[in-house]
């Protein structure tokens, strides 16, 4: 089934799922039904951040509609990725057009999202729960026994279900390298550049440009220091408490490692 892109926008896709309602006296338009929700709190911060970001860069570049319609390249790109991209579903009727600059920062927005916070929020917590095989296992060497085939087998399955699962585990080099593949897929190298880590040197000489990244900079800062204001507090209790882990996937600088926090610029594997 094909997935509407709006979908991919984190405030959409809260909507949808019936998490939250459409408020305009929110401060990012929408009211979470579930108060203490970490990804959705943390979510919406770094969201706004890029949002905020993504227009006002667009906004210097692409001040009216005629200039985005004009720019032969980038509604090349569009219609490459709509068309040739996504061949099969080319002609569904979600797709957004590309004619204003709301247009674009729309659409800009949402891939970097997904590039940057939404990937992190999925990939970089795998390994305390994947790097022990048992929770979540490559490979099953045995199926489920069939009764009408095999009574015998499916007695002792039902006698003791837990001896019938470990026996069917994946064999210790098989284990071993899911281990070792998630490990590696959890991990920040040394080299990882975050999202909104400053630049030495500016990449453009438009001071405009410049001064735009940096208001992006301070936000994602800003983001960081609520979201550790937040796993503080011992009213949250989905990030505080006993055997309550704080939710730190999408804290945005992290050390190299596995460290289950950080948001790099881009999915970087």
């Known amino acids: 089934m094909a997935t509407d892109i709006y979908l991919l926008a984190v405030l959409r896709h809260l909507l949808v799922r019936g998490v939250a309602v459409e408020d305009a006296s929110q401060p990012h338009g929408i009211r979470l039904l579930i108060e203490d929700y970490p990804y959705a ?42 068309h040739v991209g996504h061949a099969d579903i080319r002609h569904a009727p979600w797709w957004p057009s590309l004619s204003t600059p709301a247009d674009l920062a729309s659409i800009l927005t949402t891939l970097i999202w997904l590039a940057s916070a939404q990937h992190a929020a999925l990939n970089f917590g795998q390994y305390p729960l994947g790097g022990y095989v048992p929770n979540r296992p490559p490979l099953m060497r045995r199926l489920l026994p069939d009764p009408e085939r095999d009574a015998a ?9 837990h001896r019938f699962f470990l026996n069917a585990m994946p064999g210790v080099l098989e284990a071993t390298k899911f281990m070792a593949v998630v490990d590696t897929l959890s991990t920040h190298s040394p ?19 410049v001064a735009a990244h940096a208001m992006f900079e301070a ?43 950080g948001v790099p610029n881009s999915i970087s594997i």
């Open 41 to 82: 709190n943390d979510g919406l911060l770094l969201w706004s951040a890029i949002r905020n970001w993504v227009e006002s860069y667009v906004q210097l570049y692409y001040p009216d509609a005629g200039t985005v319609q004009s720019d032969d390249e980038l509604q090349g790109w569009y219609h490459e990725t709509v």
């Open 219 to 261: 936000d994602v800062r800003r983001a960081e220091e609520a979201i550790e204001t937040r796993n503080a507090d011992q009213r949250r209790k989905n990030r505080c408490g006993a055997g309550v882990l704080p939710y730190e996937l999408l804290a945005p600088s992290s050390p190299p490692g596995v460290t289950c926090r």
């Open 191 to 209: 080299d990882e550049e975050y999202l909104g880590e400053g630049r030495d040197e500016p990449w453009t000489g438009d001071a405009a440009a």
């Open 153 to 161: 087998e499916y007695a002792a399955f039902l006698a003791d279900p």
